[in-house]
């Protein structure tokens, strides 16, 4: 399995279970979601980081800083596709884009 996928403008980076926090920081943040969004803890997000068959990566820019993030993972029988992109630094109004596949 590849640890890194290098784009022209960007990197896929697989996470470690130990930069959990960035994302959960990230999830729980109403200024990157919405005050509706469900918080995710630190457990729950390590209990489908651990599931068979989930891949969790990072967006990064060329010069390692982390600008979203990107999740495979089973929901029951489906394999769902899950992604966030940080909104640019200043840009406080932009919620983070998650989109969920089936």
Partial sequence: MFQLLEGKNVNLRL???GELYTLADWLNDPRFTSE??????????????????????????K???????AAKYLVG??????????PMR????????QQALS
């Fill in 15 to 17: 996470m470690e279970k």
């Fill in 90 to 97: 200043g840009v406080r109004d932009m919620p983070l884009k």
């Fill in 36 to 61: 509706y969004e469900s918080q995710e803890t630190i457990t729950d997000l390590e209990k489908s980081f651990s599931r068979a068959g989930s891949q969790w990566f990072f967006i990064e820019k």
């Fill in 63 to 69: 010069d390692g800083t982390k600008i979203g993030w």
């Fill in 77 to 86: 029988s489906q394999t769902t596709v899950g992604f966030g992109v940080v």
